[in-house]
T-cell receptor, first 114, second 112 residues
Framework: DVKVTQSSRYLVKRTGEKVFLECVQD?????MFWYRQDPGLGLRLIYF???????EKGDIPEGYSVSREKKERFSLILESASTNQTSMYLC?????????????FGPGTRLTVT | DAKTTQPPSMDCAEGRAANLPCNHS???????VYWYRQIHSQGPQYIIH???NNETNEMASLIITEDRKSSTLILPHATLRDTAVYYC?????????????FGKGTRLSVIA
């Protein structure tokens, strides 16, 4: 089974703190994604990566950065957390190849910024 | 991505088949139909996908009409743990920079 793990299920941080969210997948998938999910807004793509050290901006990259030093690990960084970044953060991975765009999600990290 | 239309909610008795419909009348020839579900407070879970043939795996069956304008996800023996929001998504399969777009989905309630 594909397994995507995220470092924390719940996280509380203060405004201005630097926040690291870690995601690890164990299926050798090329593609990895970070989404946030908010009530009424659905899933919104923050960043994605299709190879080590490669990254591309999604729909809402402002206030975030990412790092992919190893194929299995994709980190999301909030440089200076703000209250409007309180959300559920979801990491996903997917294999490469025609007809293989299914994504496998981690359990999510519910981040609260106070 | 083509848009999809799903009923907002459905009920199903435990042990019976749950049939979840999806309309995608503007689907393009190279777009696949994907189904995901999201159980409360968890990340979305991939269920199944198909292009034009019916598909079956250990979780569900996917029936796509011949004209590909609609599809039905079938959970053959629904359990209480299948209570979730089910999303039908159409998209080109091999397109790296196209994220999944989740609509409002169908909230399936499995009743004992």
């Amino acid at each position: 089974d594909v397994k995507v793990t995220q470092s924390s299920r719940y996280l509380v941080k203060r405004t201005g703190e630097k926040v690291f969210l870690e995601c690890v997948q164990d299926m050798d998938h090329e593609n990895m994604f970070w989404y946030r999910q908010d009530p009424g807004l659905g899933l919104r793509l923050i960043y994605f990566s299709y190879d080590v050290k490669m990254k591309e901006k999604g729909d809402i990259p402002e206030g975030y950065s990412v790092s992919r030093e190893k194929k299995e690990r994709f980190s999301l960084i909030l440089e200076s957390a703000s209250t409007n970044q309180t959300s559920m953060y979801l990491c996903a991975s997917s294999p490469e190849g025609q007809g293989r765009a299914e994504q496998y999600f981690g359990p999510g990290t519910r981040l609260t910024v106070t | 991505d083509a848009k999809t239309t799903q009923p907002p909610s459905m009920d199903c008795a435990e042990g019976r088949a749950a049939n979840l419909p999806c309309n995608h009348s503007t689907i393009s020839g190279n777009e696949y139909v994907y189904w995901y579900r999201q159980i409360h407070s968890q990340g979305p879970q991939y269920i199944i996908h198909g292009l034009k043939n019916n598909e079956t795996n250990e979780m569900a069956s996917l029936i796509i009409t011949e004209d590909r304008k609609s599809s039905t996800l079938i959970l053959p023996h629904a359990t209480l743990r299948d209570t979730a929001v089910y999303y039908c998504i159409v998209r080109v399969a091999f397109l790296r920079n196209t994220p999944l777009v989740f609509g409002k989905g169908t909230r399936l309630s499995v009743i004992a």
